[in-house]
């Protein structure tokens, strides 16, 4: 590896504003330097706009964490992305929360953040979170601000999206092998195989193994991973790209504290679930878990006409089987949720130059997912004398039908002298699947067998619902202006849209409150998408080799769901009907101060609020208007030094996250913390003659700081309600150890 490879990419923030001006329209990427063509070992490079964040190989190499298992690690050193995992393994998130915030804003309902080469094969609830291998991705794009019309597919893109470039198959014959181990008895195997070109056609499998203990209390992880990746060039004309990804995932979660035992960090940071089974208690580490066996396939076909214009077609298909087991400590209960569906479809796009300053691209995607998203089978226990768990019933039991997503897309962009643009826009035919509810009168007499309790049960008319359609016009704009060599503006607007779907959990969980006055379907038809208009504008200025990156974003959210009284049907249900704001400032600066030494900092400020009260009862009112809304610091910072000493590079990193709340009341605060993680690389001798061999040390949580990591809460939680926030201690300290050998 490179000595002049810097760890500072593990603060790689702000580098939307950083690219350099030598295209048009162009996504910012980061590229760490393969030659001695750059003092600091990066060349900075557009790639389509400067509103975009990209990571290379190295880069995702440096800044994955220690498990390389998920992308959301890479890019948490972006400025106003928070994400914050229970444990090294990115994926100790419970069945209703991802522990990823971006400019505040997390994700609603069944949709994923990840796409896989534009195609959005993700999904929450359920497995796939950590379904890809690092080690095989190329390069990571981030879109939190400006979302081009084709990377923002799937069931939401209102936090914005992270599309992951697979490392194709290499040229040349080559095996690639890791070996990680540290803290809590971690430990990650990995070993690809490249075939080389063979003709028209090149390959490269991989396999992996990961496990490891949890840091507090009982349980443990086990993770197994394949992939097949086939390309096939038989002309100047036409490539295909063919991807085959087997994920099996099974690990215990972490117990979220009480904001009373999250106040009082200090002795409850080490607490979880129980060892053993109890009488009368749900909190057997045991019935805290998750298991998910994920099936992914995917393709990219070209074809390349004469005139340079392009036409690609991109199916996809995901299997998602599995289970999560959670608490219910409350009612004494334990809920063992199954998950069986699928997600599946295609995208197609034309590109073509009309011209010298036009490029067009015409594009549909179609797409269709089944539930859950929202829950539709989940079995529900009681705790005997014993301890053991006892059939009580199906907590929900439901047959739904397939969300359905019809979206062509187009957009024009190109250059006229040293003005760029992009306009596009997408429509949205988004077709909402029914839902039949046959959870009422279940016991435990009836059958555990999904199937068979469908068969033999009775139709809920009341909690039963048709399809709902929803059509929007969802417009994308960029414009940018290079003043001179070193100073470059822009501005752009994106209209992005989302969904929650806990109206039916909700209504089935609380049906006495509404049969026989109000039915589900009444609900349902007042149900909104959620909108947000985004906007942004930044500079990038660059001057005796230290680049200043300055940027304002303002979004306009409305029907935001919340949970409201509604004084004409005289009953409280979750509705999409409020309206939210958020603006915000990063700003980062980044450059060296010697030739062995060179840091990055940033800065981000971050309001995001309700704009009006929430009317929580016939009498009351909620007065939350203007409060932050939970889990949002309103600063964030982060900093990295990077030495050089000889074959070392050594580079501490520091950030700070400020005060948040657990609910928007704003009365349950939990205090900022700072965190300390040292990086070190090492290039080892060439072993067993290796083309490549490298040592990395990595330490996470230097001064074993005790805090509270991310807060499992929604948007709207008042002090009030009857479910409370979670919230989940951060990693401690750990210190872990990883050899790189190519051959």
Request: hydrophobic share 30%; net charge negative; glycine share 8%.
């Amino acid at each position: 590896m490179n000595k002049n490879i810097a760890i500072t990419l593990s603060m790689i923030v702000a580098s939307n504003l950083f690219a350099e001006s030598t295209a048009a329209y162009q996504i910012e990427t980061i590229r760490v330097s393969d030659s001695n063509a750059t003092q600091n070992g990066f060349e900075l490079q557009n790639n389509q706009n400067i509103n975009s964040q990209s990571y290379n190989q190295k880069a995702i190499e440096l800044l994955a964490g220690q498990s390389y298992t998920t992308p959301l690690q890479v890019i948490d050193m972006s400025p106003s992305v928070n994400f914050q995992p229970a444990d090294i393994f990115g994926s100790n998130e419970s069945s209703f929360h991802d522990p990823l915030r971006i400019r505040g804003k997390n994700q609603s309902g069944p949709g994923g953040v990840i796409l896989l080469e534009g195609i959005p094969i993700s999904g929450n609830p359920g497995g796939g979170k950590t379904a890809i291998d690092m080690e095989n991705i190329a390069a990571i794009d981030l879109y939190k601000g400006f979302v081009p019309v084709d990377k923002g597919l799937g069931f939401s893109n209102l936090i914005g999206k992270v599309d992951l470039s697979v490392e194709k198959p290499r040229k040349e014959q080559t095996t690639t092998f890791s070996q990680m181990l540290g803290s809590n008895d971690a430990k990650k195997s990995f070993i690809r195989f490249d075939t080389g070109q063979k003709g028209d056609w090149a390959a490269f499998g991989s396999l992996s193994y990961t496990e490891g203990d949890k840091w507090k209390g009982k349980g443990d992880l086990e993770r197994k991973n394949g992939m097949l990746g086939i390309t096939y060039t038989p002309n100047d004309h036409f490539k295909a790209d063919i991807f085959a990804i087997r994920n099996s995932d099974d690990h215990h979660s972490y117990y979220g504290l009480t904001y009373d035992e999250a106040k009082d960090i200090e002795h409850h940071y080490n607490k979880d679930w129980n060892s053993y089974p109890t009488k009368g208690s749900a909190n057997y580490y045991d019935w805290n878990k998750q298991k998910f066996d994920d099936t992914i396939l995917a393709g990219n076909l070209i074809y390349t006409f004469n005139d340079d214009s392009l036409l690609s077609f991109k199916p996809y298909y995901l299997k998602d089987k599995g289970e999560y087991w959670f608490a219910n400590a409350k009612q004494n209960r334990v809920i063992q949720w199954l998950i069986d569906h699928d997600l599946y479809g295609a995208v197609t796009e034309y590109e073509r130059t009309i011209f010298d300053t036009v490029e067009m691209k015409l594009g549909y995607w179609y797409g269709r997912q089944q539930p859950p998203g929202p829950p539709v089978s989940q079995r529900r226990y009681t705790i005997d004398a014993s301890g053991s768990l006892v059939f009580n019933g199906w907590n929900m039991l439901a047959k739904n039908g397939y969300h359905e997503f019809n979206s062509p897309f187009i957009e024009f962009s190109g250059e006229i002298n040293r003005f760029s643009y992009a306009i596009g826009a997408r429509y949205l035919d988004f077709r909402l699947g029914s839902l039949h509810s046959y959870t009422n009168g279940t016991n435990g007499s009836t059958s555990t067998d999904y199937g068979t309790a469908i068969e033999d049960g009775t139709l809920d008319s009341w909690a039963s619902v048709n399809a709902k359609k929803f059509n929007k016009i969802l417009p994308s704009m960029y414009f940018a202006y290079q003043i001179d060599d070193s100073t470059e503006i822009y501005a752009d607007y994106t209209k992005s849209y989302g969904m929650d779907v806990n109206l039916f959990p909700s209504y089935v969980s609380n049906r006495a409150n509404y049969v026989p006055n109000v039915t589900l379907q009444q609900l349902w038809d007042k149900q909104e998408l959620e909108l947000s208009d985004n906007f942004d504008i930044g500079i990038k200025y660059t001057h005796n080799g230290i680049t200043y990156a300055p940027n304002l974003f303002f979004t306009n959210v409305t029907d935001k769901q919340a949970t409201i009284f509604d004084p004409l049907l005289n009953v409280k249900y979750p509705s999409n009907c409020v309206d939210a704001k958020s603006y915000g400032a990063e700003f980062a600066l980044s450059g060296n101060l010697s030739d062995q030494l060179e840091f990055m900092a940033s800065a981000a400020y971050n309001k995001y609020y309700y704009t009006q009260n929430l009317k929580t009862s016939p009498t009351e009112t909620s007065t939350i208007k203007g409060n932050q809304i939970p889990d949002t610091p309103l600063y964030t910072f982060k900093g990295s030094l990077t030495y050089s000493l000889e074959e070392w590079k050594i580079s501490p990193i520091i950030k700070y996250t400020a005060s948040r709340y657990g609910n928007v009341d704003n009365t349950q605060k939990i205090p900022g913390y700072t965190v300390v993680d040292l990086n070190a690389q090492y290039p080892l001798p060439k072993i067993m003659g290796s083309k490549e061999s490298t040592l990395d040390l990595q330490v996470t949580n230097l001064f074993d700081k005790k805090y509270i990591g991310s807060i499992i809460t929604p948007d709207n939680a008042l002090s009030v309600d009857t479910t409370q926030p979670s919230y989940l201690a951060g990693m401690p300290f750990g210190i872990y150890a990883t050899i790189n050998i190519k051959f």
